[in-house]
């Protein structure tokens, strides 16, 4: 690494101890980088990597609410609004009990990235609460929200700042949220995405990330004049992300093997068809119960229960040609990849934010396995949601063949950018360098164009 960006890197230790996963991002995006300070000296010289990493504002907030048994409860809300260089602040929220501002830090610096490779003017933003929907009744899920919108109102607008949903944000939540906004402020703006298609969202929102996965890594696989037809696919987790996941690689004819959620895994070596993934939609969207049930209605398929504390994953540990982790951080760790490519998977395309650990991707470095990191891979979400908000102010609807359209035309575009990058300043198929690179340049200019602000 030049001693430049070592010291932009030690810098951070120094002022954000105890961060590990905002470390971790920052790593990675430094170690792609650092190729560029030789050609790029102004990116030095106008200290854009100190800039780029210090969120532009960084909002941390109390969010009391009552729960049906008339107790107080008191959950911690965030907002990190990290760079609007390219457009208002723009990244989903999540509500879960693990989160904290590392790992929101982390959310909002990988979005700078990613919104920038969508090619649509968006700055990155993450916010969330350590709240826990799972368990929760309706009513008290809609108090929570009322409350963190409360505050969340104050920061947030269509030209400001656009959250959209996360783990543990679906679309009951964000009406919730859009509810209360639209009550406090008298107006009805497109200031959240994801929203009803009733009151503004745009069709295929829901399932952009997942079908926008399938897309790039189906383009990445004709790359190599192959094709996600008759592939074995592991995806990982069974939530939003997840389930168009599985949809969008059944379409294409592939086979999806596994899903899993924070109880444990299954593995269907039948393989999950479409009747299969009803099942889980209704399961996990409608009931909001375990994957577990799953082998009392499928019993030829196998459930391994987990505490989360095991060495490995055995998900990771199935015979493959594809893998999708959709669930959560550094849910792939160095001997999950290992397992990977012993088990013949040569692609992995990341659904979830940095589901891999920095020593999981040296593994699948070594082993040149078609590695695509989740900043370009599950663009697809914010990418639509971008849609959503062009739609929003035109006051129009577009047709779901004509989203579904511009997502595919997007994520093909996205692999087209990261592969150029990576060939120009790294080497061939390094789509971590090329992703890092082509949205970071992009987001460099601005700021220098803008000034020191
Ligand atoms: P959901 O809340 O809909 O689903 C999350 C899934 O992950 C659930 O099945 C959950 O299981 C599972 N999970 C959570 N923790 C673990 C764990 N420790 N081990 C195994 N499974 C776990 O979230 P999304 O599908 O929206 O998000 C999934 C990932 O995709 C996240 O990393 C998110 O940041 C990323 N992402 C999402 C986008 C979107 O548009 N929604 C856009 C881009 C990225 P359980 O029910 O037990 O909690």
């Known amino acids: 690494m030049h001693k ?26 430094l170690n792609s980088v650092d190729s560029l300070v030789a050609d790029e000296p102004k990116i030095i010289y106008h200290k854009i990597l100190d800039r780029i990493i210090e969120p532009e504002r960084t909002i941390i907030f109390r969010v009391p609410w009552i729960d049906d048994n008339g107790k107080l409860q008191i959950n911690r809300g965030f907002r990190i609004q990290q760079n609007s260089a390219l457009g208002p602040y723009k990244g989903g929220l999540r509500f879960h009990p693990s989160v904290n ?9 990988e979005q700078v990235f990613k919104n920038s490779l969508t090619g649509l003017p ?12 799972k368990g929760k009744s309706d009513n008290e899920v809609m108090k929570f929200c009322q409350s963190f919108m409360t505050e969340l109102s104050k920061h947030i607008g269509p030209n400001t700042d656009i959250p959209a949903g996360d783990m543990g944000v679906g679309g009951r939540e964000i009406g919730y949220l859009f509810g209360q906004y639209k009550r406090i402020q008298n107006e009805v703006t497109g200031v959240l995405t994801g929203k009803g298609l009733s009151f503004g969202g745009s069709l295929i929102r829901p399932e952009a990330t997942g079908y926008g996965l399938i897309y790039l890594a189906d383009a990445v696989l004709h790359g190599e004049k192959d094709t996600i037809k008759g592939k074995r696919c592991i995806i990982s987790g069974s939530g939003n992300v997840a389930q168009y996941t599985i949809q969008k690689i059944l379409q294409l004819g592939g086979i999806p093997l596994t899903i899993s959620d924070s109880n444990g895994v299954i593995i269907d070596e039948a ?32 459930y391994v229960a987990r505490t989360g504390s095991e060495e490995y994953n055995e998900i990771w540990n199935t015979n493959a040609d594809c893998a999708f982790p959709c669930a959560v951080q550094n849910e792939i760790n160095e001997l999950d990849a290992k397992h990977l490519v012993a088990n013949g998977v040569f692609l992995v395309a990341e659904g979830a934010n940095m589901p891999t650990t920095f020593e999981g991707q040296q593994i699948f470095k070594k ?3 078609l590695y695509i990191p989740g900043k370009a891979a599950n663009a697809g979400g914010v990418a639509v949601s971008g849609l959503e908000m062009s739609q929003n102010s035109e006051r129009l609807s577009w047709t779901k063949e004509n989203v579904d359209a511009k997502l595919k035309d997007i994520m093909e575009n996205i ?19 090329g992703a890092n690179i082509a949205g970071f340049l992009k987001v460099a200019e601005a700021m220098i164009a803008q000034g020191y602000v």
Do not use: C, W
Not at 101 to 109: D, Q, T, V
């Open 4 to 29: 430049e960006i070592e010291s932009v890197y030690n810098n951070m230790l120094q002022k954000d101890p105890n961060q590990p996963e905002f470390h971790q991002a920052v790593k990675v995006f």
């Open 101 to 109: 501002l590392s790992i929101l830090r982390f959310l909002a610096f």
């Open 122 to 133: 968006m700055g990155g933003g993450k916010g969330g609460a350590d709240f826990n929907p």
């Open 271 to 302: 393989g999950i068809n479409e009747e299969k993934l009803s099942f889980i939609m209704n399961l996990k969207n409608v009931k909001r119960g375990r994957i577990s049930e799953y082998i009392k209605a499928f019993p030829t398929a196998k």
């Open 367 to 369: 082993a040149n396995t």
């Open 415 to 433: 692999y087209k950018n990261i592969s150029e990058a990576a060939d120009q300043y790294s080497t061939h198929n390094n789509f971590t360098d």
